[in-house]
């Protein structure tokens, strides 16, 4: 089946520890994309990419880092320096489906820092 | 940049009742999303609809590209379409932004 994988589902980081969140899909897509869901609100952009080898900050990219050097594989890297990184984690493909270029979302991943 | 704002932020139905939400932005946009949230997390696809009127089952969507809003119509409510509805616009070609969501809890 195509879709978009995630793992861990839940991931537990002690504090000053860098951990790195995988994103996987077979969509054929060339965007992909990470967000950060806080509880209670909406999603905030961290990184987008359009393309291998290329990525773009998004609204709240500081104390994360991403590489693309596939075009299946778009992992997130949440750093020490990352504030408060207890969230949840979702990552996005983008691709042509139903006439238009909708975005399809993988089942996320709970970080939480002890 | 683009501004984001969806009513009302919490709805709470009774089951076979038909509500709407509504998706306000502030600029022009290329794109335009709807979203169900589940409880566990996953967030569906429901529509693709930067302009015009589509229809999926008991749900509808309109948007006024030249009004700046959207509307989700959700006919004959159940249970299982309690979540989190956000709307998400891309003013350009990739990047997207999220309404705060409205929050749906349907009642048996």
């Known amino acids: 089946d195509g879709g978009i994988t995630q793992s861990p589902k839940y991931l537990f980081r002690k504090e000053g520890q860098n951990v790195t969140l995988s994103c996987e899909q077979n969509?054929?897509?060339?965007?992909m994309y990470w967000y950060r869901q806080d509880p209670g609100q909406g999603l905030r952009l961290i990184y987008y990419s359009q393309i291998v080898n290329d990525f773009q900050k998004g609204d709240i990219a500081e104390g994360y880092s991403v590489s693309r050097e596939k075009k299946e594989s778009f992992p997130l890297t949440v750093t020490s320096a990352q504030k408060n990184p207890t969230a949840f984690y979702l990552c996005?493909?983008?691709?042509?489906?139903?006439?238009?270029?909708?975005?399809?979302f993988g089942p996320g991943t709970r970080l939480t820092v002890l | 940049g683009i501004q984001v704002e969806q009513s009302p932020p919490d709805l709470i139905l009774q089951e076979g009742a038909n509500s709407t939400l509504r998706c306000n932005f502030s600029?022009?946009?290329?794109?335009l999303q709807w979203f169900h949230q589940n409880p566990w997390g996953q967030l569906i696809n429901l529509f693709y609809?930067?302009?015009g009127t589509k229809q999926n089952g008991r749900l509808s969507a309109t948007t006024v590209a030249t009004e700046r809003y959207s509307l989700l119509y959700i006919s004959s409510s159940q249970t299982t379409d309690s979540g989190v509805y956000f709307c998400a616009v891309g003013p350009g070609t990739y990047k997207y932004i999220f309404g705060t969501g409205t929050r749906l809890k349907v009642l048996a």
């Open positions: 609809i930067p302009s």
């Open positions: 600029d022009s946009v290329n794109n």
């Open positions: 996005a493909s983008r691709g042509q489906n139903r006439g238009g270029n909708e975005q399809f």
């Open positions: 969509l054929n897509h060339d965007a």
